[in-house]
């Protein structure tokens, strides 16, 4: 058996006070070798004295591509977006408003509707109507003062062009849920709640920005509907991208546009004819 000798730390000689004076390439390549050997170091070429950086092609080429990918995508993330805040916007206000016409129905009796059989449309009626019967049961932020309401009421068929419709007999109201309220006593075909979705904007489009609920006596009984709930779904799509003001019977294109979203659990479907 072969013994090999071990010299203890007492045994050995003390630090030396020279120091060996390594040239400065040698020492860079023995520390590149040693990165090499753990992988942490793999490129052939040391970066000491040779820099390397992207060409003025290479930059604009790659801000060119990123222009595309931004251009294709963002407008489809905002879409979506829009698409979203209409879909919770729109339930949200129908459940105040359902909520608020049962209220007012236990209270009153579902004669309360036709109070105002024998009055004009007049704003002063909605005001009255809506505050008496409604407003106790909704959480209002403001009532628009009238020239603000008259422009509310406007609705665009399309992203150009003048405006289809107006109408200064309703009264406007701010919701809670970021929403516009305008509401029409109008007995003989039910009351008119026209729920706006986002009032900021400047043009307001039916079926995107604008939809509508009517409350009327059914088998002494007050429910929330279209008026177009037996339409087709054929029929819907048509009168709901028609650029006309009333398309179908006398009733507004957001009649029907509100009516697909119903029958649709709430959600855009994807024949969906209003662009966002």
């Excluded at 919770?88 to 004669?111: M, Q, T």
Aim: proline letters at 4%; one cysteine or more; glycine letters at 6%.
């Amino acid at each position: 058996m072969k013994y090999v000798y071990r010299r203890s730390i007492k045994d050995a000689p003390p630090p030396s006070s020279t120091y060996v004076d390594i040239p400065e390439k040698t020492f860079k390549g023995r520390f590149y070798n040693f990165l090499r050997n753990f992988n942490l170091y793999k490129r052939k070429r040391c970066c000491y004295r040779n820099t390397y950086a992207f060409t003025l092609a290479e930059v604009l080429i790659t801000l060119g591509i990123i222009g595309v990918v931004a251009a294709l995508t963002i407008p489809a993330l905002i879409g979506k977006y829009e698409k979203s805040v209409v879909e919770n916007r729109l339930k949200s206000s129908y459940s105040i408003i359902a909520n608020a016409v049962k209220f007012a129905e236990n209270e009153y009796g579902n004669g309360f509707e036709a109070e105002y059989v024998a009055e004009s449309w007049s704003k002063e009626n909605s005001h009255y109507v809506f505050e008496k019967y409604f407003a106790p049961y909704i959480k209002i932020i403001k009532t628009y003062p009238d020239d603000e309401c008259l422009t509310l009421s406007e609705s665009y068929g399309t992203s150009s062009g003048s405006a289809m419709y107006s109408d200064y007999n309703g009264a406007c109201y701010a919701l809670a849920n970021g929403t516009a309220l305008i509401f029409f006593a109008a007995p003989r075909n039910g009351h008119l709640f026209k729920v706006l979705i986002n009032p900021s904007k400047k043009r307001r489009i039916d079926g995107r920005d604008i939809f509508n609920f009517y409350a009327v006596n059914k088998n002494n009984s007050i429910i929330l509907t279209t008026y177009a709930n037996l339409l087709t779904e054929n029929q819907l799509i048509t009168y709901c991208k028609s650029t006309s003001a009333r398309p179908y019977n006398g009733m507004s294109r957001a009649n029907f546009c509100t009516e697909m979203l119903m029958r649709n659990g709430w959600k855009i479907p994807k024949n969906y004819p209003v662009k966002f």
